[in-house]
Every structure is written in structure tokens, then in C-alpha cells.
């Protein structure tokens, strides 16, 4: 029984579609697979989880943030202009980069924390706020004059392989988050909010607290997918990662986190932001059209709110048939 329940886990389900995916667009795309493949599927990856691992936390708490995309929208347009005007130093470029996302988090976190509001309602707001400062700040031109040095630097390989070499960093990120969730008393916090947030504040959990530094996390995080999203495409623009956010909470969704919070964990989000990128660039290799990319991403959003609930219930009933 304890290996049916571990193959009934979500986690796994997600692991076994990615390998599912990955065989038979080997054995159906050409090009699907190769070195080339990876290096664009892990370029793809990389903003994405560098988001989904804060929001992994936010959503797990019962909670959303719906304004990534927009932080890093705004970021790009901040990076662009700041350095339009003179600002050439890279380490202070970044860190006024990661200053703002810090102060757009914390902006979305004061409305849900101290004023109460629901932070589907706030985010869906501070996404058009946001979205539309950066165009207040960059218009409609794009800054690209940005040295080769640091484009270049910014997606080149690890030696020896394609894969970009900022994948370490999103895996250095990906277990500290993980170990903050999995492996200290902050992420059985984040669980009791999300099962009952007025049992875990009798419990001596600062609920509050505890999601305002979440969504400061996760604008500082956005700030940083903005950073690395300006430096590959070499270009500031700000209709930059336009949509992004879809595919972010898709990603944490079908890696079996509950919309209503108080269950998921981020291998299943990791393999899930893997599986979908994956998933996309086979896609375009067979030539689908975008409009049927954002298809397919939407049923896959619907299908990671259902497909959690259909597995624990059949895991339920392997449970209930078990014998005493």
C-alpha cells in the first residue's frame, strides 16, 4: 500500500507526464530532445520557476499574487530608463532592480495584510497599475544598447553543456525555498494559514507578518525574472513577459498546489513549470500556432485544479479498500 500511495501522489504524476511528454516528442518532433531543445526549454524555465517558488508559498497560505508578470514588466522598464540616463554600474543596477520589486511586493502586501482585502482582488489591480507604470516610465521604445558582456554573460552555457549557467542560481533558490517550506517551523506555519489561518494565529503563527514578507518575497523575486528576462532577449521593453503570469500559475497549480491553500509542495511545482515548457517548445517545433499554446496552457490550468481532487479521491478509496 505505501507504494500505491506514493504513485498516487501527485508529485509523481507530474514527474511521470514530463518523462511522458519528453519520450514521445523524441520519438514524434524532430528536434525534440536534442542540446539545442534544452538550452531553449531551460531558458524558458528559468523566470518561470524563479516566480513559482515564492508564489508556490503565497498560494500555499491561501493566498495570490497575480501581478508578477507586471512586476517584471515594470522592472524591465525601470532598467531600461535607469539605464538610458547614466546609471551603467551593473551590481547597483540590479540592486535598484531588486529594491523596487522589494517595494511593489510590499505594496500588494500592505493592502492584503493591514487593510484586509482579498489579494485576488488587489493583484488583479496592482496588474494593470503596474503593467501601465511601466509604460508611463518606458513608453513604447525599447532599450537595447546594453553591453554584449552582460547579455551574453547573462544566458551563456555551463562549460561543457547548453544549459544556461543561471540555472544554478534557480536551483541554489529552489532548495533554500524548499527548505524553508519542507523543513522548518515557517513552512508548517505557511500549511496551518492555509488550512485555517484563525487556528494558526491562536496557534502563535504571525499570519500577517508572515504574508507580507511572502508577497515582498515574491516582488523581489519578480524583479530578478525581469532582470534575467531583460539581459536574454537583450531588449527593455515594457510589454515585456506580457502574459507571463498564466504560465506561472499554471505551473504552481498543476504541480499540486490547492487554489484553497494548506497543500502542495514545490517538486511537483518544479516538474510542473519543466512539463509545461517542455510541452510549449515541442508544440513549436511542430509548428503550432500560439493561439492553440494558450489552449493548451488553459486546459492544463483547468486540469491542475481537477486533477489533484481526482487523485485524492482515488487515493481515498485505495485507503477505505485496505484491510484492517
Not at 25 to 37: L, Q, R
Not at 68 to 91: E, F, I, K, N
Amino acid at each position: 500500500m505505501n507504494i500505491l500511495r506514493k504513485l498516487g501522489s501527485w508529485d509523481v504524476v507530474v514527474l511521470v507526464a514530463l518523462a511522458l511528454v519528453v519520450i514521445v516528442g523524441e520519438a514524434t518532433i524532430k528536434g525534440v530532445g536534442t542540446p539545442v531543445f534544452w538550452r531553449f526549454v531551460t531558458l524558458e524555465v528559468i523566470p518561470i520557476a524563479i516566480i513559482a517558488l515564492p508564489l508556490t508559498l503565497i498560494v500555499i497560505t491561501g493566498e495570490i499574487d497575480l501581478s508578477v508578470a507586471s512586476v517584471m514588466g515594470l522592472t524591465c522598464s525601470v532598467m531600461g530608463s535607469l539605464w538610458a540616463h547614466g546609471v551603467t554600474s551593473l551590481p547597483l543596477l540590479i540592486a535598484l532592480c531588486l529594491l523596487l520589486g522589494a517595494v511593489l511586493g510590499a505594496f500588494n502586501g500592505l493592502f492584503v495584510t493591514v487593510f484586509g482585502l482579498p489579494s485576488l482582488a488587489v493583484t488583479i489591480g496592482t496588474l494593470a497599475l503596474y503593467r501601465g507604470l511601466a509604460y508611463v516610465v518606458l513608453g513604447d521604445k525599447a532599450v537595447s544598447n546594453y553591453p554584449v558582456s552582460w547579455t551574453s554573460n547573462a544566458i551563456s552555457p555551463i562549460p561543457g553543456l547548453t544549459i544556461p549557467w543561471f540555472v544554478i542560481i534557480v536551483g541554489v533558490l529552489a532548495v533554500l525555498f524548499a527548505v524553508v517550506l519542507h523543513a522548518t517551523p515557517i513552512g508548517r506555519g505557511l500549511y496551518a494559514m492555509g488550512n485555517n489561518a484563525e487556528a494558526a494565529r491562536f496557534a502563535g503563527v504571525a499570519v500577517a507578518r508572515t504574508k507580507f514578507w511572502l508577497f515582498v518575497a515574491t516582488g523581489t523575486m519578480s524583479s530578478l525574472a525581469g532582470v534575467f528576462w531583460t539581459f536574454r532577449f537583450a531588449s527593455a521593453r515594457a510589454d515585456n513577459a506580457n502574459g507571463l503570469e498564466l504560465a506561472v500559475v499554471a505551473a504552481v497549480l498543476l504541480g499540486g498546489v490547492s487554489i484553497f491553500g494548506g497543500r502542495g509542495g514545490l517538486l511537483g511545482v518544479i516538474g510542473a513549470v519543466v512539463l509545461l515548457s517542455t510541452l510549449r517548445n515541442a508544440l513549436q517545433l511542430a509548428s503550432v500556432p500560439p493561439n492553440t499554446l494558450t489552449i493548451v496552457t488553459g486546459t492544463l490550468l483547468i486540469a491542475s485544479v481537477v486533477g489533484p481532487n481526482v487523485v485524492g479521491m482515488a487515493r481515498e478509496r485505495l485507503r477505505r479498500r485496505r484491510p484492517a
